[in-house]
C-alpha cells in the first residue's frame, strides 16, 4: 500500500483524469438515463403479465375501508342466491360495493394498466436508478469517497422500500379512510381505476425517496460538502419545504398533506441525529492531517512573501 502522504496525491491524479467538459458530462448524463429507462421498461414490461395481480394487491387499502374480505363473500354469495344475479355480475357488484373500482372511458383500463406497470417498474427497478446515478457522480468524487457505493445502494433501498411498505400499510389506509369519511352519508364514493392507480403510486414513491432523506444528510456531512451545524440551523426551512412537498405531491386535503409533511420532518430529525456520528472526511488523522499539512505551508509562504514585498 501507498504511504499516507501519498494518497490525497494520487486521488487527485486520479480525479484530474476523470475531468469531462460540458458535452461529455451530457453524454454521460444521457448514457445513464438510457440504461435506467431501459431497465425500467423491461420491469414494466414483466409487471404488465401479471397486471391483474397487481391491480389487485393494489385495491387492497381501499376493500380494507369498505369492508372485509369475508363481507366480499358474504356479500357475494348473497347475491347469486337470493337475488339470483349470474357470477359475473354477482362479482362485479360485490366488488364495486366493498371497494371496487370503474373505468368511465374505453381506453382508460387499458392506459391505466400501462401506467401501473410502468410505475411498478420503477418502484422495483429503484436499486438500478440509484446505482446510476451513483455511477454519474462516481467520476467527481475521490477514491476514498467511492468506497460508499455499496452502503448507498444498500441503505439506500432498504429506505425507499420501508417508506413504500409504510405508506402503503399505514398511511394509505388512513388517508383513504378519511378522505372517503368526509362525503359522510350525503354522497357515495365510487372511484375511477385511473385516478385511484396515480393516487396510490404516486403517493407510495414520494414517501419511499423521502426516506432516503437520512441517508442524504448522512452523506453529504461525510463528505464534508454541508456542516452538520448548517443543517440544525436550516431546520424551519426543511418544515416550509415539508408542507410544500405535501401540498404538491398529496391530493388536497389536510389530512395526507399534514401526514406527508410530518413524515419528510420526522426523517430530518432522525438525519440530524445520524450525521452525529457522521465524521467529515478530511477532519481526523491520516488523509485529513495530510491535508492540513499541505495547506498550511502553502499559506505559510504567501505570509512571507507578502512580507518581504512590504
Known amino acids: 500500500m501507498a504511504p499516507t502522504e501519498e494518497t490525497p496525491l494520487e486521488e487527485a491524479d486520479e480525479v484530474e483524469a476523470y475531468k469531462m467538459s460540458l458535452t461529455e458530462h451530457l453524454d454521460e448524463l444521457r ?3 438510457i440504461r435506467a ?26 376493500q380494507g375501508t369498505f369492508g372485509s374480505p369475508e363481507d366480499y363473500q358474504r356479500l357475494f354469495s348473497h347475491l347469486i342466491e337470493e337475488v339470483g344475479l349470474s357470477e359475473r355480475v354477482a362479482r362485479r357488484t360485490a366488488q364495486l360495493i366493498v371497494g371496487g373500482l370503474i373505468f368511465t372511458h374505453p381506453v382508460e383500463a387499458f392506459f391505466t394498466y400501462i401506467k401501473l406497470s410502468l410505475l411498478t417498474g420503477l418502484l422495483v427497478g429503484m436499486p438500478w436508478v440509484l446505482f446510476q446515478m451513483w455511477r454519474f457522480v462516481m467520476p467527481a468524487l475521490y477514491r ?8 448507498f445502494l444498500v441503505f439506500g433501498s432498504v429506505l425507499f422500500y420501508t417508506g413504500v411498505v ?16 368526509i362525503g359522510g352519508t350525503v354522497l357515495s364514493p365510487l372511484f375511477s ?3 385511484y392507480v396515480s393516487f396510490t ?15 442524504a444528510m448522512y452523506i453529504v456531512v461525510k463528505l464534508g460538502l454541508v456542516q452538520r451545524s448548517t443543517l440544525v440551523r436550516q431546520w424551519r426551512f426543511v418544515v416550509l419545504g415539508a408542507f410544500l412537498v405535501g401540498a404538491m405531491f398529496t391530493p388536497p386535503d389536510i389530512f395526507t398533506q399534514v401526514a406527508m409533511a410530518s413524515a419528510i420532518v420526522l426523517l430530518y430529525g432522525v438525519g440530524l441525529l445520524i450525521t452525529r456520528f457522521a465524521k467529515p472526511e478530511g477532519t481526523g488523522e491520516g488523509e485529513g492531517k495530510g491535508k492540513g499539512e499541505e495547506t498550511a505551508p502553502a499559506a505559510v509562504e504567501e505570509k512571507e512573501e507578502a512580507e518581504t514585498t512590504v
Open 166 to 181: 409504510f405508506c402503503f400499510l399505514v398511511v394509505l389506509p388512513l388517508a383513504l379512510q378519511f378522505l372517503i369519511g
Open 193 to 195: 381505476v385511473g385516478n
Open 37 to 62: 429507462i431501459a431497465v425500467v421498461f423491461v420491469l414494466a414490461i414483466g409487471a404488465y403479465v401479471f397486471k391483474d395481480f397487481l391491480l389487485e394487491f393494489l385495491i387492497r387499502p381501499l
Open 144 to 151: 476514498h469517497e467511492r468506497r460508499y457505493l455499496v452502503n
Open 201 to 215: 403510486m404516486l403517493f407510495m414513491l414520494v414517501f419511499g425517496l423521502s426516506f432516503e432523506m437520512p441517508l
Open 31 to 33: 448514457t445513464r438515463l
